[in-house]
């Protein structure tokens, strides 16, 4: 959530490489961008734009920048609204600053600093970190000094960078939950602070990750160097990782999007991590397993709690992070905590895992990037080979993150069948533009089914909101007659998932039951149920898709790859940006 980029180098370049950083980091957030950087004559100058990297791209292409210091950031709005003076960099008497992250005190330090004669310009938390640094220069601390009282001043997650035109040679970081990285180009050149390794996937290929409250300096000697602090202020060396991020892996490959980049990418992706799977939990000696996470890696684990419960037979509680968090949760004994990120960033699932820690309960992390927060926090980590995933929504790493709760329980999955069920669908003849105009008019959206298909029906009906901004629910098939049978009319689209498994039969009643109030009807179900469908499929409101068929295992893989099509396909025809769909970020580190 929000972006950060800094760099110092010994070319005059550094516009160049803030650009291609913030356009790599633009998944944390696109309301606005901007550049601080210092000139020829290290004064402080400030490019800010409202929208989209790519509009700070073509403004600061026109202005032939020479810089060899400067920040940068794309932003996902928290406090203020998404406006130019709200935009960061945010500044003060020569100071620039970026931030990532909330800060919770700064209501109290406003009024401080107010009181000091500085005028505020934004309704930013972010614009008080700036005030007092300089506040804190003015009193006679160096901006190491000053940077550091201030860090000790604020309350709540940051991950912050800084410059200033009196010491042009030096960028400063500091990293309170929000993540951090530093490293330098391979020719040692240039030195960078960003939020993550795909920022720098082009400028840096070895990495350190800041700890909790670390501060870090890049600084100009004979040749570019950084050194990190801890939080007591003694010197510290953090182990340097590889950079694994290719250039080829923030490419979109010849797709028009990411996305679909992504989902033509599920069969491979579920093919690597069947192979590369390599953890000998055995989960029988749980008496309980709780998963916790957000968003669709939540739905992953309720995916997974049908699987569990059927095959290892062990009770299984799937739970949003941001609730667990904060009610008195009760520790049943021998229990495994499992927490799913795709991003290992995700703060309500890190501050829910750090909750299952102190309470002295062992903690597994199922993660798509091994560097992430949640990964070096966790006791036992499960690596998802997704690979990057750079559309907003999450589509490839559910399905390396279903496979892999699969393979905890089941150890003689059938790869191919897996594969096929996704490639089925993939290069299937389905006229998912047809489909996607039918639908994409209606006045809302249901998704329906039962059993491991209601899972799926809620991960549906998430990628059809967040993408098409149509109000869609997704609602376990027995269930639609408690409530929600009120809202069908001839207005609203059901997608039944009904394939041809224990469930199908009911399945096939609900459906009849809204056909009978008018509603319409996306029947997607397998080929084996062609002759059982009672005349349905002759009915004008039904419009029916067959899946192959397969064994019930394997079903949700097919289901996911058309959900995620017919998302892809829906947003589309709405005209929508399917990467970078409105108000949202991926990775979301605040509460
Ligand atoms: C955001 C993203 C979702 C993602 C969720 C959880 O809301 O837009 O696509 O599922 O965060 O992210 P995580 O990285 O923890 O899986």
């Given at each position: 959530m929000c972006g950060i980029i800094a760099s110092l180098s010994y070319s005059d370049n550094v516009s160049k490489d803030l650009i291609s950083a913030l356009e790599r980091l633009e998944y944390r957030g696109y309301d606005s961008a901007g550049v601080a950087y210092l000139d020829d004559n290290s004064s402080l100058k400030r490019i800010r734009t409202v929208g989209k990297v790519q509009h700070l791209k073509e403004v600061l292409e026109k202005q032939h920048i020479k810089a060899h210091t400067g920040i940068g950031h794309t932003r996902w709005a928290t406090h203020g609204k998404v406006t130019e003076s709200n935009a960061h960099p945010h500044t003060a008497d020569g100071v620039a600053i970026v931030h990532n992250g909330i800060i919770e005190n700064y209501q109290e330090l406003k009024k401080q600093l107010v009181n000091e004669g500085y005028i505020f310009e934004s309704e930013t938390d972010t614009e008080v970190i700036a005030k007092l640094i300089a506040s804190h220069i003015k009193t006679g601390e160096q901006f190491f000094e000053a940077f550091q009282k201030s860090i000790s001043e604020l309350v709540g997650t940051f991950a912050i960078v800084a410059i200033y035109e009196k010491e042009p040679d030096i960028l400063l970081g500091a990293k309170k939950g929000s993540p951090m990285a530093v490293g330098l180009s391979?020719?040692?050149?240039?030195?960078?602070?960003?939020?993550?390794?795909?920022?720098?996937?082009?400028?840096?290929?070895?990495?350190?990750?800041?700890?909790?409250?670390?501060?870090?300096?890049?600084?100009?000697?004979?040749?570019?160097?950084?050194?990190?602090?801890?939080?007591?202020?003694?010197?510290?060396?953090?182990?340097t990782v590889p950079n694994k991020?290719?250039?080829?892996?923030?490419?979109?490959?010849?797709?028009?999007?990411?996305m679909l980049k992504e989902i033509f990418e599920e069969a491979t992706v579920a093919r690597r991590t069947y192979e590369k799977f390599n953890y000998d939990i055995d989960i029988s000696e749980f008496d309980n397993i709780s998963i916790i996470a957000c968003g669709t890696s939540y739905y992953a684990g309720a995916v997974a709690k049908y699987w569990i419960e059927d095959i290892a037979k062990i009770h299984v509680d799937v739970e949003i992070a941001s609730e667990f968090r904060y009610r008195n949760p009760v520790f049943a004994k021998n229990s495994l905590y499992i927490f799913i990120s795709q991003s290992g960033e995700t703060i309500d699932t890190l501050c829910a895992m750090r909750l299952v820690k102190e309470a002295g309960i062992k903690t597994l992390a199922l993660v798509n990037?091994?560097?992430?927060?949640?990964?070096?926090?966790?006791?036992?980590?499960?690596?998802t080979e997704a690979g990057v995933e750079i559309g907003v929504a999450s589509t490839k790493a559910f399905v390396a993150q279903i496979l892999s709760l699969?393979?905890?329980?089941?150890?003689?999955?059938?790869?191919?069948?897996?594969?096929?069920?996704?490639?089925?669908?993939?290069?299937?003849?389905?006229?998912?533009?047809?489909?996607?105009?039918?639908?994409?008019?209606?006045?809302?959206?249901f998704y329906i089914g039962r059993g491991v298909s209601y899972?799926?029906?809620?991960?549906?009906?998430?990628?059809?909101?967040?993408?098409?901004?149509i109000s869609a629910e997704g609602y376990p098939a027995g269930e639609i007659k408690h409530g929600p049978i009120a809202i069908i009319d001839e207005n609203v689209y059901t997608m039944a998932l009904a394939p041809y498994d224990k469930y199908?039969?009911?399945?096939?009643s609900n459906t009849q039951e809204i056909l009978a109030r008018n509603g319409k009807i996306l029947l997607i179900t397998t080929s084996d149920a062609k002759d059982l469908l009672h005349g349905i499929d002759k009915n004008d409101n039904v419009e029916c898709v067959f899946l192959p068929p397969n064994s019930p295992l394997y079903l949700p893989f097919s289901l996911t790859t058309f959900i995620h099509l017919l998302a892809y396909y829906t947003a589309n025809a709405k005209g929508h940006d399917v990467d970078k769909p409105r108000n949202l970020a991926k990775s979301v580190t605040v509460e």
């Amino acid at each position: 959530m929000c972006g950060i980029i800094a760099s110092l180098s010994y070319s005059d370049n550094v516009s160049k490489d803030l650009i291609s950083a913030l356009e790599r980091l633009e998944y944390r957030g696109y309301d606005s961008a901007g550049v601080a950087y210092l000139d020829d004559n290290s004064s402080l100058k400030r490019i800010r734009t409202v929208g989209k990297v790519q509009h700070l791209k073509e403004v600061l292409e026109k202005q032939h920048i020479k810089a060899h210091t400067g920040i940068g950031h794309t932003r996902w709005a928290t406090h203020g609204k998404v406006t130019e003076s709200n935009a960061h960099p945010h500044t003060a008497d020569g100071v620039a600053i970026v931030h990532n992250g909330i800060i919770e005190n700064y209501q109290e330090l406003k009024k401080q600093l107010v009181n000091e004669g500085y005028i505020f310009e934004s309704e930013t938390d972010t614009e008080v970190i700036a005030k007092l640094i300089a506040s804190h220069i003015k009193t006679g601390e160096q901006f190491f000094e000053a940077f550091q009282k201030s860090i000790s001043e604020l309350v709540g997650t940051f991950a912050i960078v800084a410059i200033y035109e009196k010491e042009p040679d030096i960028l400063l970081g500091a990293k309170k939950g929000s993540p951090m990285a530093v490293g330098l180009s391979p020719d040692k050149q240039s030195g960078y602070i960003a939020s993550d390794a795909v920022a720098l996937s082009t400028l840096a290929n070895e990495l350190a990750y800041l700890e909790e409250g670390d501060i870090v300096v890049v600084r100009k000697g004979r040749q570019l160097s950084y050194e990190i602090f801890e939080s007591n202020g003694q010197s510290i060396r953090r182990e340097t990782v590889p950079n694994k991020v290719s250039l080829d892996d923030v490419s979109k490959k010849g797709y028009d999007s990411f996305m679909l980049k992504e989902i033509f990418e599920e069969a491979t992706v579920a093919r690597r991590t069947y192979e590369k799977f390599n953890y000998d939990i055995d989960i029988s000696e749980f008496d309980n397993i709780s998963i916790i996470a957000c968003g669709t890696s939540y739905y992953a684990g309720a995916v997974a709690k049908y699987w569990i419960e059927d095959i290892a037979k062990i009770h299984v509680d799937v739970e949003i992070a941001s609730e667990f968090r904060y009610r008195n949760p009760v520790f049943a004994k021998n229990s495994l905590y499992i927490f799913i990120s795709q991003s290992g960033e995700t703060i309500d699932t890190l501050c829910a895992m750090r909750l299952v820690k102190e309470a002295g309960i062992k903690t597994l992390a199922l993660v798509n990037v091994d560097t992430s927060s949640i990964a070096r926090e966790a006791d036992f980590v499960l690596k998802t080979e997704a690979g990057v995933e750079i559309g907003v929504a999450s589509t490839k790493a559910f399905v390396a993150q279903i496979l892999s709760l699969l393979m905890l329980c089941y150890k003689n999955i059938d790869i191919k069948a897996v594969e096929l069920s996704i490639n089925a669908v993939l290069n299937g003849n389905y006229d998912f533009t047809r489909l996607a105009n039918k639908i994409k008019n209606s006045r809302s959206l249901f998704y329906i089914g039962r059993g491991v298909s209601y899972p799926i029906a809620l991960e549906g009906a998430l990628k059809i909101k967040e993408l098409s901004y149509i109000s869609a629910e997704g609602y376990p098939a027995g269930e639609i007659k408690h409530g929600p049978i009120a809202i069908i009319d001839e207005n609203v689209y059901t997608m039944a998932l009904a394939p041809y498994d224990k469930y199908f039969d009911k399945t096939i009643s609900n459906t009849q039951e809204i056909l009978a109030r008018n509603g319409k009807i996306l029947l997607i179900t397998t080929s084996d149920a062609k002759d059982l469908l009672h005349g349905i499929d002759k009915n004008d409101n039904v419009e029916c898709v067959f899946l192959p068929p397969n064994s019930p295992l394997y079903l949700p893989f097919s289901l996911t790859t058309f959900i995620h099509l017919l998302a892809y396909y829906t947003a589309n025809a709405k005209g929508h940006d399917v990467d970078k769909p409105r108000n949202l970020a991926k990775s979301v580190t605040v509460e």
